[in-house]
């Protein structure tokens, strides 16, 4: 998770300059696999910034107003019966705060395959009261719906990021506090792509289970843990 907390914090560092060189919202989209730390990081970053805040896509289809008002939701400012309504108190709220918002948007792979849902998105970030930035979060597999799917929201996209499944800065954070040794585990962990969340399950049941740390009893339990 440290190296996508890096990446995502270095991502909104640049998007801000961008974004003051500018004078315009810009966007910015990262990629990664699941289990990489892209949602615990992203929130985690917007725990420590009264600007930026945290979107998770549903997977169902939504309509416009659902989304205008998940969006107010996500920037604390509540929502109306009407989109108009909700989109008054989003501006209300941003002008109050004196904001230029930035928006993680989780699971955003179910947006870009749908061009309607980016309409949305492309009027909120040009509507000069609002003025949204996005951090676009999502699997490898998004740049084919970006590919077969074209909009003009894609050409606003000026900063695009791919973590690795896994370095071994975050290999060496997870198994230490364990007082597990780092070489084994991170042989096992590059050589296989982990994510994070699969060296937190191997290396906790190798603790708990007070095993000796040795390639192959951590191969033994990867393989029962399906990893």
């Not at 970030?125 to 930035?133: F, K, N, Q, R, T």
């Not at 077969?148 to 996209?157: A, E, G, T």
């Not at 071994?168 to 780092?182: A, D, G, Q, S």
């Amino acid at each position: 998770m440290i190296h996508a907390e890096e990446v995502l914090r270095k991502t909104l560092q640049a998007l801000r300059q961008q974004r003051e060189l500018l004078q315009s919202p810009v966007h910015a989209l990262v990629l990664g696999d699941w289990g990489v730390g892209k949602t615990t990081s992203a929130m985690k970053i917007c725990k420590e910034n009264s600007d930026t805040f945290y979107l998770r896509v549903p997977a169902e289809d939504i309509t416009r107003s659902k989304l205008v008002k998940l969006v107010a939701y996500a920037l604390r400012a509540g929502y109306r019966n009407t989109v108009e309504a909700t989109l008054d108190l989003l501006k209300y709220t941003i002008e109050v705060k004196n904001l230029k918002p930035f928006l993680f948007v989780d699971e955003a792979r179910y947006l870009f395959k749908r061009p309607t849902m980016l309409d949305v998105l492309k009027e909120l970030a040009e509507d000069p009261d609002i003025g949204l930035s996005y951090i676009f979060l999502a699997d490898k597999q998004t740049t084919k719906a970006i590919m077969h799917n074209p909009h003009s929201l894609h050409k606003r996209i000026l900063i695009t990021k791919e973590l690795e499944p896994i370095t071994e800065k975050t290999i060496k954070t997870i198994v230490e506090p364990l007082k597990l040794p780092v070489e084994p585990f991170a042989k096992i962990a590059l050589a296989r792509n982990w994510t994070t969340i699969d060296l937190c399950f191997v290396a906790t049941v190798v603790a708990k289970g007070k095993m000796e740390p040795t390639e192959e009893a951590i191969a033994k339990v990867a393989q029962t843990l399906g990893r």
